[in-house]
């Protein structure tokens, strides 16, 4: 548990509440253990850190992106660093064609439902409509 934050700090950590709630999140979770030891200089960095728009902070914290900004990138990483490792694909990229070790197209059977097929409709004693409903009383 940390001790109380000043003014300047608890005006930062209002500032990680972002409206995107996985970044709210992510950024009070570091900030609060963070602004309780951080200098001057290392609260600048994060309020410059918190005046980057919403989609290139999630995508630089959440997300695939790299911060580019020499200065910036260190914290970039520290924040990334409290994100555990996922197995979901980032969002846009394309999906996973890895199979199931299990799986074998050559010797797996194909499935036993099929869809019908497009054309022309049913005919027989399962054909809805008219035809199958009988002739109308008039």
Sequence with gaps: ???????????????????????????????????????????????????TPDPDLADWLLGPGVCTDPELAPLVAAVRGMVPPTTNPPVGSPPATDLPATHSPATDSPPTHRAAAPGPAATGPTAIGPAAIGPTAG
């Design 1 to 51: 548990m940390t001790g109380p934050l000043d003014s300047d700090a608890r005006r930062l950590l209002w500032r990680c509440r972002r409206g995107m709630k996985e970044l709210d999140l992510l950024l009070e979770r570091f900030a609060r253990p963070y602004l309780a030891s951080a200098p001057l200089e290392q609260r600048r960095l994060l309020a410059r850190l918190l005046e």
